[in-house]
């Protein structure tokens, strides 16, 4: 282990395929151009400097992963933490860039999402690791969580991704995050109409992606939240508010909720011409976001 090193990884929007990437479904993810960035060297014992919450347990959690020794690490980012678009997955990609940037994307992506198991007790898929590790710039992602296979499908320029926060955060070891999914893996008849009818969607939707039809993505992206809202049941009143209210707002295409649910951000797509005429309507800050290259993405 070199005696210094550092890494970088971005967060993620998770354009379509909701609470399906851990029961083997498809999803269609993006990294984007807000990145997590680690240091470090080697301490007699793990250490970290960085204002993220429950950091020490993700930093111990893939240093036993990588089977490195302690190190001191010190984490500045650009992610923000229960937002949706995965502080934590951002931070553990980037440490596993750093510890070893040689690592296969789909290994660290793995390695990646049994850490983050390992430290907070949440059986989280493997997409949000996926997105940051492999995300390419200019494109989503189309993975299939039960192989890892999966293509880039070419995202428009024209239209913007607009991340808006709820303000409602919550930390997911304290929401029904794992008995949703032990409810959908037990076959409950709501859990599963969400899960089948999502993979549909999001085949549905890189259909439009091609075809650029954006009205239809974002009909897709509204059909995808009353899925979520009635089926799934991981939105909340405040999340439903502020998704109609995007709905109608100027320029919007579609919205829904992102990402575990119960609280954090909503994810809208918006005619690039009239972001700011959203912003307006939504009258709340907005985190408009670019697509951007993965942590292990090999780029000239």
Not at 220 to 226: D, V
Not at 237 to 266: K, Q, T
Not at 287 to 293: E, H, K, P, Q, V
Request: net charge negative; glycine share 10%.
């Amino acid at each position: 282990m070199r005696s210094e090193w550092k890494g970088r990884a971005p967060g993620r929007v998770n354009l379509i395929g909701e609470h399906v990437d851990y029961l083997g479904g498809v999803v269609l993810p993006a990294a984007v151009d807000r990145f997590t960035e680690v240091s470090g060297h080697p301490a007699p014992d793990w250490a970290i400097a960085s204002d993220v919450a429950g950091g020490i347990a993700y930093v111990q959690a893939i240093g036993e992963e990588l089977g490195v020794e302690p190190q001191a690490v010190r984490v500045t980012s650009q992610v923000p933490p229960s937002a949706g678009i995965s502080s934590s997955a951002a931070l553990l990609v980037a440490l596993a860039a750093g510890l070893n940037p040689d690592m296969d994307g789909k290994e660290a992506a793995l390695a990646c999402q049994r850490a983050e198991q390992k430290a907070t007790g949440v059986r989280v898929g493997v997409m949000d690791q996926f997105a940051s590790a492999l995300g390419r710039r200019g494109c989503a992602l189309l993975l299939d969580c039960a192989t890892l296979e999966y293509e880039v499908v070419p995202f428009p320029e024209e239209v913007a991704v607009a991340v808006i926060d709820s303000g409602e955060h919550r930390s997911l070891a304290s929401t029904p995050y794992n008995q949703r999914r032990r409810e959908a893996e037990a076959g409950d008849p709501k859990r599963r109409r969400h899960v089948d009818s999502e993979v549909a969607r999001v085949h549905a939707f890189v259909e439009a992606l091609h075809g650029r039809d954006f009205n239809r993505m974002g009909e897709l992206l509204k059909q995808s939240h009353r899925s979520l809202r009635d089926d799934f049941e991981v939105s909340t009143p405040n999340v439903d508010a502020l998704v109609e209210r995007a709905w109608s707002a100027h320029g919007c295409y579609g919205a829904r909720i992102m990402g575990a649910g119960f609280g954090g951000s909503i994810l809208a797509l918006v005619d690039g011409r009239q972001t700011e005429s959203f912003a307006r309507s939504m009258a709340r800050p907005i985190l408009f976001c670019s697509t951007a290259d993965g942590a292990f993405v090999k780029t000239q």
